[in-house]
């Protein structure tokens, strides 16, 4: 199994600021990588695949990069809908998801 | 615009089978090339996928859950299904139903449904 490692665990981001977030898998997943962004009580929502493209309607602000084991989703300048909980998930063999890191108003 | 929704009991006395249905809605569950999956997160934590089927009824199970899932699917009702035997405490979560567009990506999700594992 891959594992995903996020980090941090949470992320403290005054509204307007850059949030920068990292996610690791333990084998290379090639660019299947993909984002989710969770609200509390809702189901996730897919921002970014393909480590770097945008899904439908995704704001520009959202940005991803990496390959391989390495990747980082960037939120240029947060707004006050974007505190929330981010999962990495790689779907080159199977799928699994990161832990999450949860982005906080500081 | 498709809509899925998890139905099924809140709570299973450990030892049990936990058993789910997802219901689509807004379009055909056996239209385009999509696998219909299962996905939980334990409160607090973070998602495990279980498995997924496609409507042929082609199935894959995450390996670490494979002796105890079983997917199926109804396209007369356009609907699918999880169950989950012999269940314990550590089978608490919200368990979401969701598409997959074939390659893994999950673009539509179930609300989700907290289902409780005690005596």
């Known amino acids: 199994e891959i594992v995903m490692t996020q980090s941090p665990a949470t992320l403290s981001v005054s509204p307007g600021e850059r949030a920068t977030l990292s996610c690791r898998a333990s084998q290379s997943v090639s660019s299947n990588l993909a984002w989710y962004q969770q609200k509390p009580g809702q189901a996730p929502r897919l921002l970014i695949y393909?480590?770097?493209t945008r899904a439908t309607g995704i704001p520009a602000r959202f940005s991803g990069s990496g390959s391989g084991t390495e990747f980082t989703l960037t939120i240029s300048s947060l707004q006050s809908e974007d505190f929330a909980v981010y999962y990495c998930q790689q779907y080159n063999n199977w799928w699994t998801f990161g832990q999450g890191t949860k982005v906080e108003i500081k | 615009q498709v809509q899925l929704q998890e139905s099924g009991p809140g709570l299973v006395k450990p030892s049990q089978t936990l058993s789910l249905t997802c219901t689509v809605s807004g379009g055909s569950i056996s239209s385009g090339s999509y696998y219909w999956s299962w996905i939980r997160q334990p409160a607090g934590k973070g998602l495990e996928w279980i498995g997924r089927?496609?409507?042929?009824?082609?199935?894959n199970y995450n390996p670490s859950l494979k002796s105890r899932v079983t997917i199926s699917v109804d396209t007369s009702k356009n609907q699918f299904s999880l169950k989950l035997s012999s269940v314990t405490a550590a089978d608490t979560a919200v368990y979401y139903c969701?598409?997959?567009?074939?390659?893994?990506?999950?673009?539509?999700w179930g609300q989700g449904t907290l289902v409780t594992v005690s005596s």
């Open positions: 089927i496609y409507t042929s009824g082609s199935t």
């Open positions: 393909g480590a770097s």
């Open positions: 969701a598409r997959d567009d074939g390659v893994g990506l999950i673009d539509y």
